[in-house]
């Protein structure tokens, strides 16, 4: 059976930092490219990728605080956010995809900003 559980969200203040992690099981992690999405009210939208082999990107207007990385030993990619807006309220999902037909979502975790 397929997992994807993240964790790490919550109330935090502007300015502050969370690290956010995808716990998987049930499938070949280390094949598997793996994302963030974010949404709020609206669309869900891609925060950052990683492949099966370590290559990142991220969406344009989440560079340089966000950083994805994953560690296949542990099945499990994480997501550092750096100073913190309100604007990055959202709830985060993790993504795992591999080829055409495979396709996983968690099922996300509340990151609230606000002082």
């Known amino acids: 059976q397929v997992q994807l559980v993240e964790s790490g969200g919550g109330l935090v203040q502007p300015g502050e930092s969370l690290r956010l992690s995808c716990s998987t099981s049930?499938?070949?992690?280390?094949?598997?490219?793996m994302s963030w999405y974010r949404q709020a009210p609206g669309k869900r939208e891609l925060v950052a990728a990683i492949?099966?082999?370590?290559?990142?990107t991220y969406a344009d207007s989440m560079k340089g605080r966000f950083t994805i990385s994953r560690d296949n030993a542990e099945n499990t990619v994480y997501l550092q956010i750096k100073s913190l807006k309100p604007e990055d309220t959202a709830v985060y999902y993790c993504?795992?995809?591999?080829?055409?037909?495979?396709?996983?979502w968690g099922h996300g975790t509340q990151v609230t900003v606000s002082s």
């Open positions: 049930g499938f070949t992690f280390s094949r598997y490219a």
């Open positions: 993504n795992a995809k591999y080829g055409p037909r495979n396709e996983y």
């Open positions: 492949t099966s082999s370590g290559s990142t």
